[in-house]
């Protein structure tokens, strides 16, 4: 140890210990802090572990090199090489009766005194030490002690040592090595071969050199500059890796000649290389002066023919800690764990993690794998605290027929889970135009005009179909001395505000029913806006009061009900100050429109138009009531813009189911992922050319894909029966053609048309219903079906009797039953061995057997097809 | 919230891929021990084996399925250079009994001279295609054209990108709107190389695979959101079903989770550790230390999305 730069070093064997040394050995046991505060004293390592300090052993000074005795001893024995190249044993233990309690401060001298660079254990034979020294003139550098030499403590009794421990140092003195080896040269770093207890790999001044200690004369050598820290792979006892500045060199042993691969070179030079004792392949580096454990994963096994094999090697770095790393050590055990320590003696203790690779299942759960281990992660079900991913929200709608009621349209949104407002005001908007055009087509019927087309293009276009100059008069409002100018209500925009639900069919243009259901569903603000915007300050304030009075209202709206009541023309009464200010500061806004009406200006209403949170549709009724025409097609024209930019599904109103509309699904669609909700949205468009977008067809494609894939063949036939009521184009032909043996006309042709007309079609059967059709040969030339594998009757003839069933399909008129009694009649057959029969007999015997019913046949008809075998998931799920 | 439970996974080295089948009803794992795994779901949502055999003779990197309307087909990728397809074979062994089930191989596509990276099959309406990637930069797609037979497999494309290839994705869209597109990551660390990503487009015109990276390209490419959290090096990512959230692995040892609100800021919505405990959140969050890696894209499989329902523009 240079004594300012600390190394570490985890216990082989009690794996909750390490030793750092720097000009001291301290011991540290490791303690997880998991479930437990921070004791008093101790260090934290990390997040969920801490050490204490156990004891401190100073009495090795000059230490240069350190190494843990391998195999198991309590009381923690450590060899010390020093810089005069004397290697000194010893203990950070307490106890001072162990077995070991001789080898302690025995110390091996060799000849000359000069640097002890490393020191290495033989992991076979545990007394052996190998130490490498400098050089020093021909002198050997590499000299093996055996630690038990001179004496063995297992023979000589307890008191003769305590009597011997008394004695001068002298008998702990070792002078005689083993073996010594590599004459004329120095050694920078040792590591014992597992292959041979007598194998010991040697880094030398210039060269890498395999010592054989069965022939102590010979050594199989290579010349190269890689010669510090070598180290054998664990995993692959052939593979070793040294290093030279900032290169690391990867050796096999079985072809010595040259490296088998040289890591990129780092700028600054490595101080320490080790590979990881928990899993195959992965050697960790270290250089001067950094805060980074670059980690090498060597992904595949070493082979000696492959001479022109690429290694893998992916290259990662992990950063401890934020200072610079003096070191760094491997958990013997724990799966890839290493401890650092830095300069200043601050430790930590982390997991260097593998590669996580991850994928998501299509019902939105996400497995990975991390090692060697597999790992399934889904959402909670019942949790709220976070907003479901449209994925999910995709799939609940699914399982709660979203988009299919038909009769009531706007009921959607509740199936939809009632939570979002724009979808709200999609099925609404939807709503209302399927309304309308039913209503149109029922006066079209009397007096023929383009108007049933104009519904599905939204009010902007209905806007711009106004040709006729509007003129506004003054009204009068109700209940107070005061006249507003207001638009006279052309067809046009009587349509529009129909459109928007104030008023209803036909040319009522009373928005009463529209406030009283707004009081009914307790939207009292939005019922107040409307009646004020209607002119009607009276009922306004009569709703209000409605509303404060009513359980779950809020008692403030009487406050607002009041503020309303003193509204004065005047232009500069307090109250107009007031309100103008005040305004801004409430929450709802309604209410704050409401103010904003009262106080604007004639023909300036901004304040109104431009409040972001009320909805579209009253801002648009509101436009179409009090702008005129160049103003209405400005502002609706960029309302358009912007709904169409944000993918806001309000703006559908506006844009209609047109091109627009689809541009504005898009920017929905592109946003939140929703193909289910465009899907639906777009069939109830009518007009094909909508439908016949490139856009439409493929949110429609995906929707259809999405259920498949969560097996939600159910939903999908339903979809797609839906579909082709709304878009008879899509109708799909006719999978399966039956034909004939003989004559090969198809059979099915009769079959379905003309079932009455089998006039020499046998009898055969016992239904008792005279409007079944009995098809037993082929319609064509009159030859007999194919019989069925079971029953050995034709086919065609309805199911005498299902074994385990009720005698006969009459006599049972439960629907359900009879509808698969329907399907026991059908043809079926195996498309591998083309054996078949009524689908029932089929059923039943397939549910006893895998072979085919046919004799000598051995097809396993029922297995070979595997998603034949999947249950759709709706009949799983509640 | 996210809660991860543990599956025992029994294989006897790193596990290199996870991939679930169209219906996620199964999933096939695949580990540096050579073999390839294939799990079951049972009713009540467990997994369990039901196969598990020597599939290479190195570590197998990816495992991929096929589309089931082309039957139960597995493809998988190796260091030993190889990709090979597998089929799922019914009834013609007792061990259906033992709930295991047989598979064999079809065919192995052995035209790569390095290690096979990655390996998909294409989106199923264009037929029963197959693209493989090596580590000397090579695009390989492959093409049976007998759906009833999986051991004729030809050669159709070599698209050569000249830089190591990590990862392979095909769009999944089957808009006749563009022609089918590969994205090919790499992995290539030096900071001389060129675009990390390349798209290419089949051209029906030429019949051949463009690229339409590095120079002008009729694609706009901007970045909608990036995220430092993992302080390291991003290994994985993946889109779910709808490209809705994205899950991502990185050198921290954590898995996170993204979601876009409604006006596509772009947020972590989940942490968990590699080994599944929850992640003591505060800790995290202000970790001030300087990102690593991360400023060197790594494309070990950053493309392995899949985005049903957007529309590609």
Same mark, same amino acid.
């Given at each position: 140890?240079?004594?300012?730069?600390?190394?570490?070093?985890?216990?082989?064997?009690?794996?909750?210990?390490?030793?750092?040394?720097?000009?001291?050995?301290?011991?540290?046991?490791?303690?997880?802090?998991?479930?437990?505060?921070?004791?008093?004293?101790?260090?934290?390592?990390?997040?969920?572990?801490?050490?204490?300090?156990?004891?401190?052993?100073?009495?090795?000074?000059?230490?240069?090199?350190?190494?843990?005795?391998?195999?198991?001893?309590?009381?923690?024995?450590?060899?010390?090489?020093?810089?005069?190249?004397r290697v000194v044993l010893t203990s950070l233990g307490q106890d001072h009766n162990s077995k070991f309690r001789d080898l302690i401060g025995k110390e091996f001298v060799p000849k000359h005194a000069r640097q002890c660079n490393t020191l290495a254990w033989n992991p076979l034979d545990s007394n052996w030490l190998a130490a490498g020294l400098d050089k020093h003139r021909a002198d050997f550098s590499v000299l093996i002690w055996d630690i038990c030499s001179k004496y063995t403590p297992d023979i000589i009794p307890m008191e003769k040592v305590r009597l011997s421990a008394g004695e001068t140092e002298t008998t702990l003195l070792v002078t005689k090595p083993l073996y010594e080896l590599g004459q004329n040269d120095a050694c920078l770093s040792l590591c014992w071969l597992p292959r041979d207890q007598k194998l010991l790999l040697a880094g030398m001044h210039r060269n890498l050199a395999i010592f054989d200690l069965r022939n102590t004369s010979q050594k199989m050598f290579v010349n190269t500059k890689a010669v510090q820290g070598v180290t054998v792979d664990p995993y692959f006892h052939d593979r070793v890796a040294s290093f030279y500045e900032g290169q690391v060199a990867i050796w096999d042993l079985r072809k010595f000649e040259k490296p088998v691969l040289t890591l990129t070179e780092q700028p600054k030079p490595l101080t320490k290389v080790a590979w990881c004792p928990t899993r195959?392949?992965?050697?960790?580096?270290?250089?001067?002066?950094?805060?980074?454990?670059?980690?090498?994963?060597?992904?595949?096994?070493?082979?000696?023919?492959?001479?022109?094999?690429?290694?893998?090697?992916?290259?990662?770095?992990?950063?401890?800690?934020?200072?610079?790393?003096?070191?760094?050590?491997?958990?013997?055990?724990?799966?890839?764990?290493?401890?650092?320590?830095?300069?200043?003696?601050?430790?930590?203790?982390?997991?260097?993690?593998?590669?996580?690779?991850?994928?998501?299942?299509?019902?939105?759960?996400?497995?990975?794998?991390?090692?060697?281990?597999?790992?399934?992660?889904?959402?909670?079900?019942?949790?709220?605290?976070?907003?479901?991913?449209?994925?999910?929200?995709?799939?609940?709608?699914?399982?709660?027929?979203?988009?299919?009621?038909t009769e009531q349209v706007w009921r959607n949104h509740i199936l939809a889970g009632n939570e979002d407002p724009q979808l709200k005001s999609l099925w609404y908007t939807l709503h209302y135009i399927l309304f309308m055009k039913q209503y149109t087509e029922d006066m079209d019927q009397k007096s023929p005009g383009n108007k049933g087309s104009l519904v599905y293009a939204g009010i902007k276009s209905i806007v711009k179909s106004s040709l006729g100059m509007v003129e506004n008069t003054r009204h009068n409002w109700s209940g107070l001395d005061k006249q507003t100018d207001i638009q006279n209500l052309n067809e046009e925009r009587i349509l529009a505000l129909q459109l928007c639900g104030w008023i209803k069919k036909g040319t009522d243009v009373d928005v009463g029913p529209f406030l009283n259901s707004l009081v009914q569903e307790g939207e009292w603000e939005r019922a107040a806006a409307v009646a004020l915007f209607n002119l009607d300050i009276r009922r306004a304030i009569q709703i209000l009061n409605e509303g404060a009075s009513s359980e779950k209202g809020d008692l403030n709206l009487n406050v607002v009900a009041m503020a309303l009541s003193g509204y004065t023309d005047e232009k500069n009464s307090l109250w107009r100050e007031m309100c103008s200010t005040l305004r801004l500061q409430l929450?709802?806004?309604?209410?704050?429109?409401?103010?904003?009406?009262?106080?604007?200006?004639?023909?300036?209403?901004?304040?109104?138009?431009?409040?972001?949170?009320?909805?579209?549709?009253?801002?648009?009724?509101?436009?179409?009531?009090?702008?005129?025409?160049?103003?209405?097609?400005?502002?609706?024209?960029?309302? =358009?813009?912007?709904?169409?930019?944000? $993918?806001?599904?309000?703006?559908?109103?506006?844009?209609?189911? &047109? /091109?627009?509309? !689809?541009?504005?699904?898009?920017?929905?669609?592109?946003?939140t992922g929703d193909?289910?909700?465009?899907?639906?949205?777009?069939?109830?468009?009518?007009?094909?050319?909508?439908?016949?977008?490139?856009?439409?067809?493929?949110?429609?494609?995906?929707?259809?894909?999405?259920?498949d894939a969560w097996r939600f063949w159910h939903k999908r036939a339903e979809f797609d029966i839906h579909r082709s009521k709304l878009d008879p184009s899509s109708k799909p032909l006719a999978q399966v053609f039956v034909s004939c043996n003989f004559c090969g006309k198809s059979i099915s042709?009769?079959?379905? =048309?003309?079932?009455?007309?089998?006039? $020499?079609?046998?009898?055969?059967?016992?239904?008792?219903?005279? &409007? /079944?059709?009995? !098809?037993?040969?082929?319609?064509?030339?009159?030859?007999?079906?194919?019989?069925?594998?079971?029953?050995?009757?034709?086919?065609?003839?309805?199911?005498?009797?299902?074994?385990?069933?009720?005698?006969?399909?009459e006599k049972v008129d439960l629907s359900k039953d009879k509808k698969l009694a329907q399907f026991n009649n059908w043809f079926t057959w195996c498309h591998n061995c083309r054996h078949g029969g009524h689908a029932g007999h089929m059923l039943s015997w397939f549910r006893d057997h895998a072979e085919c019913p046919v004799s000598a046949c051995t097809c396993k008809c029922m297995q070979l097809d595997t998603t034949g075998n999947l249950v759709p998931a709706e009949t799983v799920q509640p | 919230m996210f809660v991860a439970r543990s599956i025992a996974a029994d294989h006897k080295d790193l596990i290199h891929d996870v991939s679930f089948d169209f219906h996620g009803r199964r999933m096939a794992t695949c580990s540096s021990d050579q073999s390839v795994k294939v799990w079951d779901k049972s009713e009540s949502g467990d997994w369990h084996c039901t196969a598990s055999w020597k599939t290479h003779s190195g570590s197998v990197w990816r495992v991929t399925w096929a589309h089931p309307e082309f039957g139960q087909v597995l493809a998988s990728c190796s260091f030993d250079r190889t990709a090979a397809v597998w089929e799922e074979i019914v009834g013609e062994s007792n061990d259906k009994l033992r709930g295991q089930s047989h598979w064999v191989k079809r065919t192995t596509l052995v035209d790569s001279r390095t290690s096979v990276t990655d390996v998909k099959f294409a989106p199923k309406h264009m037929g029963l295609m197959l693209a493989t990637c090596s580590a000397d930069g090579i695009v390989r797609i492959y093409e049976a054209p007998d759906v009833m037979n999986l051991s004729q497999w030809s050669l159709q494309h070599e698209i050569s990108c000249k830089l190591s290839c990590s990862c392979i994705s095909w769009n999944p869209s089957s808009s006749r709107a563009h022609s089918p597109m590969i994205a090919v990551g790499s992995d290539d660390s030096s900071p001389n190389a060129m675009a990390k990503v390349q798209i290419f487009e089949y051209n029906e015109n030429t019949r051949k695979e463009l690229t339409s990276s590095g120079g002008p390209t009729k694609f706009e490419i901007h970045i909608v959101a990036q995220f430092d959290n993992h302080n390291s090096q991003v290994w994985r990512v993946s889109w779910n079903i709808t490209g809705t959230v994205l899950a991502s692995s990185g050198d921290d040892g954590c898995v996170r989770l993204w979601k876009a609100n409604y006006m596509d800021n772009w947020k972590c919505t989940g942490i968990l550790k590699g080994n599944g405990s929850p992640v003591s959140g505060s800790a995290q969050q202000g970790n001030p230390s300087p990102s690593l890696g991360s400023n060197i894209p790594n494309l070990q499989s950053s493309l392995n999305g899949s985005s049903a329902g957007r529309k590609h523009s």
């Open positions: 140890m240079s004594g300012t730069k600390p190394d570490i070093l985890w216990a082989p064997h009690q794996v909750d210990r390490f030793v750092v040394c720097d000009s001291e050995l301290s011991l540290y046991h490791v303690e997880s802090t998991v479930n437990s505060e921070l004791k008093a004293g101790s260090l934290r390592l990390s997040e969920d572990s801490a050490a204490t300090l156990l004891s401190i052993n100073s009495d090795t000074p000059y230490m240069k090199c350190v190494a843990w005795y391998l195999s198991y001893d309590p009381e923690c024995l450590l060899a010390v090489g020093q810089a005069n190249g195959t392949g992965l050697l960790a580096t270290l250089t001067r002066d950094s805060n980074i454990i670059r980690l090498y994963d060597m992904q595949h096994t070493p082979t000696p023919i492959g001479d022109e094999t690429e290694p893998t090697i992916i290259e990662r770095s992990v950063q401890p800690c934020d200072n610079y790393i003096a070191s760094f050590a491997w958990h013997p055990t724990s799966q890839n764990r290493m401890i650092v320590v830095t300069p200043n003696r601050t430790m930590s203790d982390f997991t260097v993690f593998e590669r996580i690779s991850l994928a998501w299942s299509p019902i939105t759960s996400l497995m990975w794998a991390c090692g060697r281990h597999l790992y399934e992660c889904t959402e909670e079900e019942n949790d709220n605290s976070l907003e479901k991913d449209i994925a999910t929200k995709m799939r609940l709608r699914a399982l709660s027929r979203y988009g299919l009621d929450n709802n806004p309604y209410l704050c429109v409401m103010f904003a009406f009262l106080t604007s200006e004639a023909g300036s209403y901004d304040g109104v138009l431009y409040e972001n949170k009320v909805a579209v549709r009253d801002r648009v009724a509101f436009a179409c009531k009090f702008l005129s025409d160049t103003q209405l097609n400005r502002y609706i024209e960029k309302l =358009t813009n912007e709904m169409k930019e944000a $993918g806001n599904l309000e703006g559908i109103l506006l844009t209609g189911l &047109t /091109k627009d509309g !689809v541009d504005l699904m898009e920017s929905y669609v592109d946003r193909v289910q909700t465009a899907s639906y949205c777009m069939l109830q468009g009518s007009p094909l050319d909508v439908l016949k977008d490139e856009r439409v067809q493929y949110w429609i494609e995906n929707y259809r894909n999405l259920l042709y009769s079959c379905s =048309t003309v079932p009455h007309q089998g006039r $020499g079609f046998s009898q055969y059967g016992v239904s008792g219903s005279p &409007t /079944k059709s009995k !098809v037993t040969s082929c319609p064509g030339c009159r030859k007999p079906l194919p019989r069925c594998a079971l029953c050995l009757i034709n086919m065609g003839t309805p199911v005498s009797s299902c074994p385990g069933g009720s005698k006969s399909d | -």
